[in-house]
């Protein structure tokens, strides 16, 4: 078995000879960053179209590249199929037991069939079950519902959300994702308006845009009761009962009520929120793959909920940092419609802003189709790769081939007529790859999947691969503890106690409480400063506000810091009088002195610095360490891309180190070779077969075939092997055929070398060789400052005694 893993290549099959119907033994490797140019993939119905793009996602998640993927079909949830073990009991409950039925096979015997089919196809591939396991370790695969609870429902709420800051401050995105979600959502309640032009469009839109600039966010119940009583009288130069008349606009109102209040749509407000960065990676920082599958929803609810996807895509591309190495990957299958070449659903401006700007950002694009024709060819103009399996018709051949042209392949040295060729023979499996990041196209076989290719789930299938969801109890981790007040609520007062002079006290708001209701006030000690933590190995100045509210209790030590509360207060919240009829603990005797509250005052510093510290993350082989409030999950994801960062740039260094060299060696067996072919053909033969097997995985993903012409590709790989066999045969070495040897062996000498480099490259890159850990920050005394210390009265529930 071979290992793949190496310099952040993707192993997608084996170069194929059309003439001959054979494969080379060698893996054709595919430079992961060659997908920022964003890549296209078209074939009919059996052409292996699904088995290339579910490779290609296996092979990113494998190298910690996490993918949102659009799955109309329901084909692409197969990715949560992988068994390591290979058994027939794996198998057994995802087999159909149709195809065991025509088979003339129970379903256990079927299962028996594919896993012995699976295990035999995976070895031919050089692949064996340990692959599969670490897919299963580096990864995981979540599929996603939106509009039904099969899998992981979909809350829509956060398309309506506002933007972040990012999108609200450049005017052209926010352009672009209000259309985007204004037309979507008119298009769902079956309204046909063409943005920017309709009523109903504009006034959506100004709806919208109004709140977002404010960074509130709108729901949809808002929104419609918005439509009836706009925030505005004008809109544009128009009195807005002139532009839009109330009695119209509650038709419009109606139209948006009536798709909120219809059965089921209550499934499209459950769930998780749509958050691109939280569904690229688990918590622990592993790459997802985050299955959209949309087959249970009809054509409007499918182009509503692609639209808003896109455009959450889109923002979250513009939040990240720019960067060459390969981020993530927007993996959409079946595309057609939502890029038509003429039309403009809503689908298409965020789509064309994706494979315009993403690049930039470090997110590939690739997208999938198996009808050639109503795509838009200009718009993938820049694709930098294409893969292009079996068509089924003369047309669908004739308008690839355009594309091809428009996408740069029809520069000098192109050939319609031989490309045309080529795409007639091309079989089941069998794929053109046009990479603009290579010298020529290359037909290649793609490799067998790691998962099991079993066809699209049923919605009872996508409910067994979804586990149960979790409470989540992580808002209740934040509430403060019931607090018991024995004898002080039974004295309690219905006035408040008399202070001396020197003493006040003031009220801490009650919210939420009703009109009219009784308080139960008890005393506490308010305090308000900040907590600074420096660290001169980070250069960190991180200054947090602290505000908290402290019991007082009759007894020796009156601070009751334990039961200390954190609370969002400035000073400036808290009120010199009581809301309303309330009553009142007593007072214990430490609150009526004021020299008391300077004392406390240094209780509280000595306490806040005890208590109080900035837990980060490091991680020791980079050198990199979280910044304060960042998420291990989302520091994990920092290393992982800084560490594949850096890999990339040893690949670039490796290149430049010894590209020149081994076209300098090649160049100089090229002319011993020459010369021994002038004296000795057999001799020429022997050493030509020694030399001219094909360049191994390591070697062609770090150099790529323009590296290696066809007359001398992949010499690296048995050089020595062939140099001894050239002497051994003949005994009447002649001294060119020395040289010849001499040549091969420095070249053999150079693979060495190269896979030295590798090795390191690799090791370095490996985060999981130095884990992420904790690192706990603590604050200087000194950088403790408590600028607010008062008396106060803090209301309680009746309840909570």
Request: with cysteine; charged share 20%.
């Amino acid at each position: 078995m071979q290992d793949f893993e190496t310099l952040g290549a993707f192993y997608l099959g084996r170069p194929y000879d059309l003439a001959t119907r054979t494969a080379a033994p060698a893996p054709l490797m595919y430079d992961a960053r060659d997908l920022l140019t964003h890549a296209v993939c078209i074939g009919m119905t059996g052409s292996g179209k699904t088995g290339l793009c579910v490779g290609l996602i296996e092979e990113a998640l494998i190298d910690g590249v996490p993918a949102i993927i659009i799955d109309p079909k329901g084909d692409l949830a197969n990715l949560a199929l992988t068994f390591p073990t290979l058994s027939a009991e794996a198998f057994a409950p995802w087999v159909n037991a149709e195809d065991a039925q025509r088979a003339g096979l129970d379903v256990a015997a079927y299962a028996g069939k594919e896993a012995d089919t699976w295990r035999a196809g995976l070895a031919s591939w050089g692949q064996s079950p340990e692959r599969i396991a670490r897919l299963r370790q580096a990864s995981e695969v979540t599929i996603y519902t939106p509009g039904s609870s099969a899998g992981v429902p979909v809350s829509i709420f956060k398309s309506f959300a506002a933007p972040p800051p990012a999108i609200r401050d450049d005017r052209e995105l926010l352009r672009e994702r209000l259309a985007t979600t204004v037309s979507s959502l008119l298009g769902l309640a079956g309204l046909t308006a063409d943005a920017p032009q309709s009523r109903e469009h504009i006034l959506l839109s100004t709806l919208l845009d109004a709140g977002w600039r404010d960074g509130r966010d709108v729901d949809l119940v808002s929104l419609i009761q918005q439509i009836q009583a706009p925030p505005m009288s004008r809109v544009g130069a128009l009195d807005l009962e002139a532009f839009y008349p109330a009695r119209e606009r509650f038709a419009l109102a109606m139209a948006l009520n009536t798709l909120l209040a219809a059965p089921g749509f209550d499934q499209w407000m459950t769930g998780e929120a749509l958050d691109i960065a939280a569904m690229l990676r688990t918590r622990d920082g592993r790459p997802r793959a985050a299955v959209f599958s949309i087959a249970h929803l009809n054509d409007a609810e499918r182009m509503f909920f692609v639209s808003l996807l896109l455009s959450e895509v889109l923002g979250w591309v513009r939040t990240q940092s720019g960067t060459t190495s390969l981020r993530a990957l927007l993996y959409m299958d079946e595309v057609v419609g939502y890029l038509p070449p003429v039309a403009n659903p809503p689908s298409k401006a965020p789509l064309l802003l994706l494979l315009k700007q993403a690049r930039a950002f470090g997110m590939g694009v690739v997208l999938a189709t198996q009808n050639p024709i109503d795509l838009d060819y200009k718009a993938l103009s820049n694709t930098g790769t294409w893969f292009i399996g079996r068509l089924q018709t003369e047309r669908d051949k004739a308008r690839v081939l355009e594309g091809l042209e428009g996408a740069g392949a029809g520069a000098a040295g192109f050939d319609r007529q031989a490309m045309s060729q080529v795409l007639a023979g091309l079989g089941s499996r069998i794929f053109l790859m046009h990479n603009v990041h290579e010298d020529a196209p290359v037909t290649f076989e793609t490799r067998w999947t790691l998962s099991y290719l079993r066809g699209p789930l049923t919605r009872m299938q996508i409910r067994q691969l979804t586990p149960a969801p979790l409470v989540d109890q992580a808002d209740q981790a934040g509430k403060p503890a019931t607090r018991t007040h024995g004898a002080q609520a039974t004295a309690a007062l219905t006035t408040p106690p008399v202070l001396p002079p020197g003493v006040t006290a003031l009220f801490v708001p009650r919210r939420g409480d009703a009109a009219g209701a009784t308080l139960d006030y008890e005393p506490a000690v308010y305090a308000a400063g900040t907590v600074r933590i420096t660290d001169s190995k980070t250069a960190l100045d991180h200054t947090t506000p602290v505000q908290v509210i402290v019991p007082l209790h009759d007894a020796p030590v009156p601070l009751a810091l334990a039961e200390a509360e954190a609370v969002d207060l400035t000073p400036g919240d808290l009120e010199a009088e009581p809301r309303g009829a309330a009553s009142y603990a007593p007072l214990p005797a430490a609150a009526v002195t004021p020299r008391n509250q300077d004392a406390w005052r240094k209780v509280l510093v000595t306490w806040l610095y005890d208590t109080h510290s900035l837990a980060l993350w490091q991680h020791a082989g980079s050198g990199l360490r979280s910044k304060p409030d960042e998420q291990e999950g989302a520091f994990r994801t920092r290393v992982a891309e800084h560490l594949r960062e850096q890999r990339d740039t040893a690949v670039d260094a490796l290149r430049k180190k010894y590209g020149a060299k081994i076209s300098v060696q090649q160049e100089r067996i090229r002319r011993a070779e020459q010369q021994v072919g002038k004296q000795q053909q057999d001799v020429t033969q022997s050493a030509t077969s020694a030399t001219m097997t094909v360049v191994t995985g390591v070697f062609g993903a770090l150099f790529g075939r323009k590296a290696f012409s066809a007359a001398n590709a992949g010499r690296l790989g048995t050089a020595a092997r062939g140099a001894g066999r050239v002497v051994k045969e003949r005994q009447d070495v002649t001294r060119a055929q020395e040289t010849l040897a001499a040549e091969q062996q420095k070249l053999a000498d150079l693979q060495a070398a190269i896979e030295a480099d590798v090795s390191a490259a690799a090791a370095a890159a490996d985060g999981d060789r130095t884990p992420v850990t904790p690192l706990l920050l603590r604050p200087k005394k000194t950088g403790i400052t408590v600028s607010v210390v008062s008396l106060v009265w803090n209301p309680q529930d009746r309840s909570a005694g």
